[in-house]
């Protein structure tokens, strides 16, 4: 193989990863299986107290995608609000706290 064809392969499978991740899905919270839930939870509490972190993430990897439907980029979003709705015990504080930045805009 030569390098172009490295580079080629290279920046498709990046691509596909990227689609993947940001492909838009629709997130059902209400069609869950409790007992599968309860068997993830269960594995994620073990995995959490042996300090298997990779184990930890897989799994709930996959109850945010098996039991809810979430996209990978999901969970980013939500740390990110675009609009943040005013609080009323803000007139009131002395100083607000700067809003958090996000990365995507």
């Not at 945010?64 to 996209?71: D, H, K, L």
């Amino acid at each position: 193989m030569n390098r172009r064809t490295v580079i080629l392969a290279l920046a498709l499978l990046l691509g596909a990863i990227g689609a993947y991740a940001s492909w838009p899905r629709h997130a059902d919270l209400r069609g869950f299986e409790p007992a599968e839930i309860a068997r993830l939870e269960t594995a994620m509490w073990r995995d959490y107290y042996e300090k298997r972190y990779v184990a930890l993430f897989g799994h709930l990897y996959e109850l945010s995608r098996t039991q809810f439907g979430f996209a990978p980029l999901d969970s980013f979003e939500s740390r990110c609000p675009r609009h943040r709705p005013p609080r009323r015990s803000s007139q009131r504080a002395p100083a607000r706290r700067p809003t958090p930045r996000c990365r995507r805009s």
